[in-house]
């Protein structure tokens, strides 16, 4: 197996399988480069507006679906996935009928998941070049315009449920995905088999009615957009049904019928950290600057940055049960704040004292 034009790639396959499981990953599959149904999908999104001031989705054109135009000599994706769920947490659902406390997505409760993932798959990119020598490869994680979701499930790692999330009939939906391309001409896997049905929940239970029809989610009502990729203002229209969800949104997932087969994760460095998953809404909004860098070292929530932290929890506190604490702590935050947080603030106290 040391000399690449001699290589066995069936007895390699199964290795690089080993090997993720070695390094943590629940699962490891393998896609070919042919994503011309994704890029249809894609391109309608796009026609449709759907990806608001994402403009990033639009500027690598055909490079997403075409794997080898984004790194040439592409054959092979090998695809990944790694549970997140954190044990023994407060259920999301406690906390969203909890209206002072904050509800963060699952996924971000932890450590930055690109981190973890990254380190994980450069250690498979090491062991693949022990066995084999040089060969072509870039790794992934959420970092580039590559179709994750379209590429796991060619590689049979779960579908893409209506909700457009990766659902595994195993484990639901509750992780993140990797892959890394490669020049290797390894067999590819099974494609996953759709298994949504008749269901319609996560479509009935948008809070925002974001998905407009089956596998088309408009970003632009989605609170997970609204809070994380949205860089001004939340649309007054949305801030009711935003209710305390500070940072993304679970609740495609949290109704999806697949996600009572959730396992927990066994990654550490996704349990939750500063007590973000029960944690007041008041704590977090009087976190000041240098407190909001220090506490998200790390985290994915750091990303959005101080301003639309704020922007978010001064909406959620518009929506919480109003005490003489909560106001207080709004008024006072209204001469220290930039203009785009104080236009929620204002918001959120006419909501709570008219
Ligand atoms: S809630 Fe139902 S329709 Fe939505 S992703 Fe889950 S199974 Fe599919």
């Given amino acids: 197996m040391k000399i690449k034009n001699h290589t066995d790639y069936h007895q390699l396959k199964q ?3 080993d090997w993720a499981t070695q390094l943590g990953f629940q699962q490891c599959g393998i896609s070919d ?17 759907y990806h608001g001031n994402m403009d990033y989705m639009h500027r690598h054109g055909s490079k ?3 794997p080898e135009q984004l790194l040439p000599q592409t054959l092979t994706v090998i695809s990944v996935r790694l549970d997140y769920m954190p044990p023994n947490l407060t259920p999301y659902q406690e906390l969203l009928d909890r209206p002072n406390k904050a509800a963060v997505s699952r996924y971000a409760l932890g450590r930055d998941y690109h981190k973890v993932i990254r380190q994980k798959l450069k250690k498979m990119t090491q062991k693949i070049e022990q066995q084999i020598g040089d060969f072509g490869h870039r790794v992934f994680t959420d970092s580039a315009p590559v179709m994750e979701k379209a590429i796991a499930e060619k590689a049979g790692l779960g579908w893409i449920g209506k909700h457009s999330n990766l659902i595994n009939s195993k484990t639901g939906s509750y992780f993140f995905l990797g892959e890394i391309y490669t020049d290797l001409p390894l067999e590819p896997d099974k494609k996953a088999t759709f298994h949504c049905g008749t269901c319609t929940q996560c479509i009935q239970d948008c809070p925002t009615n974001a998905i407009v029809s089956p596998f088309q989610v408009d970003a632009r009502r989605c609170i997970s957009y609204l809070t994380i990729e949205n860089k001004g203002e939340i649309p007054i229209e949305f801030r009711k049904a935003m ?10 997932q949290m109704v999806c ?10 990654e550490q460095d996704f349990h939750p950290r500063h007590q973000l998953d029960d944690t007041d809404l008041l704590t977090l909004f009087k976190w000041t600057e240098q407190e909001f860098l220090n506490n998200t070292e790390g985290s994915p929530i750091r990303r959005i940055g101080y301003h639309a932290w704020q922007r978010n929890i001064a909406v959620a506190l518009g929506n919480a049960k109003a005490t003489g604490n ?3 702590a709004l008024q006072a935050k209204l001469n220290s704040c930039s203009d785009m947080v104080k236009t929620h603030i204002e918001w959120a106290l006419g909501e709570l004292v008219g």
């Fill in 15 to 17: 290795l690089i399988k």
């Fill in 33 to 49: 480069i042919e994503l011309s149904q994704a890029g249809e999908y894609l391109n309608k999104w796009l026609a449709n507006k």
């Fill in 64 to 66: 997403r679906y075409h």
């Fill in 243 to 252: 209710g305390n969800r500070i940072y993304g949104c679970d609740d495609c």
């Fill in 257 to 266: 019928p697949w996600n009572k087969f959730t396992q927990n994760t066994q």
């Fill in 326 to 328: 909560i106001i207080e």
